[in-house]
């Protein structure tokens, strides 16, 4: 039995100890194959029922009383993302605003505690929102952006990032895992790095909280930010997270002075006097139906443990390479990601000249929901929670009867709008 | 058949064009009246199905694929808001971020407009995230706040407002309903008086959305953002929304540069572009879930029409003033809202020594649930459009029985956390 027959897929599924946790998720049509996990995660069945219940108990009933429960939600779901995925501690984290909101807010916090330093380092590789943050920062406060060169499978070089950060730097924000590529970047290392320069590291989480043990604590990382619609399964624009380390948290201010950082909230007092902890990084009212779908979301990876769910995504990435080196490459695919498990994240990407319209038609003719990231990147994100072992077989074998057949020909070559 | 009798409440309710909304909403305890619509909205029925729907069907079932229905969501959205409630054009609104947030957008946006210019306007009964958003400002960029003294019924002091604005202003902003006493701010005369100036004005519409006619494009209006949780129903922590006149939109910048901000922004380009229209003022991705909600939320209150709200809600707080002349006042409660009905929004404000230990009593022991405002003030909303006649009668008739007999002296004086 090799990789290429079904029946291997079959064995690796009857020993996948997440496989029943597939059950936990609303799985509308069993011939679908989703792999666009890593962009918005599925829907779990508990999701569902605590919506409802959020919406016609706390809201319809409770009406304004619920916000004794409700005041406390995002700090509690930070400590649940903390302990679960993040290896922080709890008060370290917080549900609150957009990955972009906080990436624009924690990178503020950090360019403001280092004055007297006049440089921004980042990948040209890096996620838009991320580039397009601090673009905006280094504009409208005149610094130096460092955009690093990054190699278009193994991310920024780490020759060039050692360079790039010296001692004007005050931050460096980089993603943990490339959204491209998804190749894994030593978060611990380049921590160190920078902090040997006295820079500050605000990491992005997106594409590895919940996929990757991220062990902030170990790594003595400073700032972090991540999105929930991914991996962690919390829905369409879900909130974000955000982490500061906790010896940082007294001495940093975020610069939007909303009233749920402020100390004595209902106080209502004349001067902003922001909470000393987690929450001074927080802004205006939470969005409660949001949080409380993160947490859902959170208890089933915290359920499975991010160690099963970091191997279940190397060994289904390993999988997807095995199968894309025998059925894709004669087709004209080339990996462009990482070949090592261990240096990339739960999802690869493939180059093709008609990846556009090879996902258009995986979508619309085979039933198969790929990814396609500008220019030419056709993105395989199964989701160890719940994806199968025979679904990644499944989907690849489509995925090559497809183009072998030319199908994808009929579409259009002019891209429209993917999200 | 004077006000003070029930039969009275009774024939209003008779006669109220948009009583038959009431059945609209989810109401669990018909016993329970709420008199806190101005805080948080009631539960409409059709939200209920709404969530659903997004979360089973469009997330579930359509995954990644419903982003095509999405996308245009926060948009679409808005522009039901401009014109049904905001008397703005399609394009000139779009659902966004928290209303905090949206203050700090907006408000960035004017000042970096208004270069050479260096005081901000507000006053010092706004909102407190109104104040701590422009006080950061202030601290930050080295600004001049003057906060104008407010009366604490009529709201600021038009001849102080007068005497602040001048050549030196780059931004006013002001609550268009204060929080508190309910003062309605002209805004169309404040829009003029900073015009003459060269000011930019930043109104927050919070407590006038879906209660008072705005009519922004009438007023000239340059900038406004406003909540979704309150009149507009659309639950805790829903997302707010903003406004930017459209000839005001190519030429502002707001600074946190996200990615729903970027012109085509699924090519992920390399620099930031923003959008040419209402887009460039989002960020991140939008909050699906929370947008759903307030899309239904305001189809309410685009069927009920805004005049027929505002008319009612002229008649209910002019209904609790009579209530509490005749009931209240001996007991010591002193009204701090507006008399003129036309000078107010749709809530009054109650003064007493007591209003924190009246307020807990009120909610636990007569099942009414009024708010309470540091340090001193009973705050009652009755949302025109949830809201009976003889719900106000039997609220303040359960009020004056509870402070007359002083049940509520049982309750401690130290006051805890009200939402």
């Known amino acids: ?46 999701t569902l029922a605590r919506l409802a219940a ?36 709890p008060g370290e984290v917080v549900v609150s605003d957009s990955t972009s909101v906080n990436l624009y807010k924690l990178a503020v916090a950090a360019l403001d505690a280092q004055s007297g330093r006049d440089v921004i380092v980042t990948d040209d590789d890096n996620f838009p929102t991320d580039r397009y943050i601090v673009e905006g920062l ?34 460096v924000t980089l993603s943990h895992v490339a959204y491209r590529s998804a190749a894994l970047a030593d978060l611990a290392a380049i921590t160190a790095l920078a902090h040997r320069s006295g820079a500050l590291v605000l990491w992005d989480l997106c594409h590895s909280a919940g996929s990757v043990p991220v062990e902030l604590a170990a790594a003595g990382a400073d700032l972090a930010v991540g999105c929930t619609y991914k991996y962690l399964n919390a829905g369409p624009g879900a909130p974000a997270f955000l982490y500061v380390r906790r010896d940082l948290q007294a001495s940093l201010r975020q610069p939007i002075w909303g009233w749920f950082g402020q100390r004595d909230q209902f106080t209502m007092g004349p001067g902003y006097d922001p ?3 987690i929450r001074r990084f927080t802004v205006g009212t939470p969005a409660v139906l949001g949080v409380a779908a993160v947490e ?95 679904e990644v077989w499944e989907a690849m074998d489509r995925l090559r009867r497809l183009v072998g057949s030319g199908a994808h020909l009929a579409y259009g070559a002019e891209r429209g709008r993917v999200t």
Not at 4 to 25: N, Q, T, V, Y
Not at 56 to 77: K, M, Q, V
């Open 1 to 46: 039995m090799t990789p290429i027959d079904r029946a291997h897929a079959e064995s690796l599924d009857a020993g996948d100890p997440l496989g029943h946790l597939a059950d936990r998720f609303v799985v509308d049509d069993p011939e679908l194959i989703y792999l666009d996990g890593n962009s918005l995660g599925r829907l779990p069945r508990s």
């Open 54 to 89: 959020v919406a016609e108990h706390e809201w319809g009933s409770g009406l304004i009383r619920s916000w004794d429960t409700w005041i406390d939600l995002p700090a509690r779901c930070g400590d649940l993302i903390a302990r679960s995925l993040l290896g922080a501690e």
């Open 138 to 171: 280094a504009a409208q406060r005149g610094l130096e952006l460092r955009m690093v060169a990054s190699d278009p499978v193994h991310g920024p070089d780490p020759d060039l990032l050692a360079a790039a950060i010296d001692e004007r730097t005050a931050l």
């Open 275 to 277: 909470e000393p902890d």
């Open 296 to 390: 859902e979301g959170v208890q089933v990876l915290a359920e499975a443990g991010i160690d099963r769910l970091r191997e279940k995504g190397r060994r289904m990435t390993a999988y997807l390479v095995d199968l894309a080196d025998e059925w894709l490459a004669p087709l004209g695919f080339e990996l462009v990601s990482p070949r090592d498990p261990d240096r990339r994240g739960s999802h690869i990407s493939l180059r093709h000249d008609d990846a556009w319209r090879i996902c258009r038609a995986c979508i619309e003719t085979a039933n198969v929901i790929p990814d396609f990231r500008a220019p030419d990147r056709l993105r395989l994100g199964p989701a160890p929670l719940t994806t199968r072992y025979v």
